[in-house]
């Protein structure tokens, strides 16, 4: 069997999601064996042209020229990864989308607007691996299906189930701003075992009830953020 050519590509981002590749160590290793990788600037590898089996992209689209260059990468690829915060969701700590589409500002090189889109606003998206940046363990799990040829499921349930499996005391007993209850888990947690709150920064879980989550917000005591009424909003979700 002829081996599956793999692009790795980045749009305007910080590459903290593709450091995440390496960060496997030993495994990407067993990994790029079974691969060919036909362009990633972080291993060294030139984008040889040709026929993609997958593309892997992460970042945001900053730019008209980021939005032609990633109409190439999809018209030339059978399946495209939106890889991390920035490509799911335009960098939710750069610009929240509620209404901003683009801000006036002077940048260099004659640059006169600001905007951070994700992928699928311009393209199709097969898969999103969620996180900022994306966790070591849905890295391997996207290379493995990928490996095997099945879909990448992200996970389902929320931050909080990985809390009790941690054993974490619950922040919002404390009175902590937490999203936990409306996040999709896969991070094992992280923030909350080391005493922050989750942030939200691999977005809503599919079962994400915000209306509950301000309830609970109200009973708690905890100050209801401006931002967690326009998700509300815009998501227009209501149980």
């Known amino acids: 069997m002829s081996k599956l050519r793999v692009g790795i590509f980045s ?3 910080c590459e ?3 450091v995440q590749v390496l960060n ?3 495994q990407i290793l067993d990994i790029l064996s079974r691969l060919v990788v036909a362009d990633c600037r972080i291993l060294g590898v030139k984008d040889r042209g040709g ?3 997958v593309a892997i992209v992460e970042g945001s689209v900053m730019s008209d020229r980021e939005r032609e260059k990633l109409r190439e990468i999809r018209e030339r690829s059978d399946v495209l990864v939106a890889f991390g915060d920035c490509a799911c969701y335009g960098g939710k700590f750069i610009v929240k989308d509620f209404g901003v589409d683009e801000v ?4 260099p090189r004659g640059v006169k607007s600001f905007r951070s889109d994700p992928l699928d606003k311009y393209v199709a998206v097969d898969y999103y691996v969620y996180g900022c940046p994306v966790a070591k363990d849905d890295v391997l799990e996207l290379f493995r299906s990928i490996l095997v040829g099945k879909e990448y499921r992200p996970k389902t349930y929320n931050i909080c189930a990985e809390c009790i ?3 974490n005391a619950c922040l919002l007993d404390k009175g902590m701003l937490c999203l936990g209850p409306i996040t999709r888990g896969g991070c094992q947690a992280v923030c909350p075992t080391v005493g922050r709150g989750c942030f939200g ?3 809503l879980a ?5 209306e509950s989550l301000i309830d609970i917000f109200r009973e708690k005591g905890i100050e209801i953020p401006d931002y967690l009424w326009k998700i509300k909003v815009a998501t227009g979700v209501r149980k």
């Open 206 to 210: 599919e079962d994400a009830n915000i």
């Open 11 to 13: 749009l305007s981002s």
């Open 16 to 18: 903290g999601c593709l």
């Open 165 to 167: 499996l941690r054993e």
């Open 24 to 26: 496997l160590e030993d």
């Open 51 to 53: 026929r993609l089996d």
């Open 201 to 203: 920064c691999r977005g």
């Open 104 to 107: 006036k500002m002077f940048l």
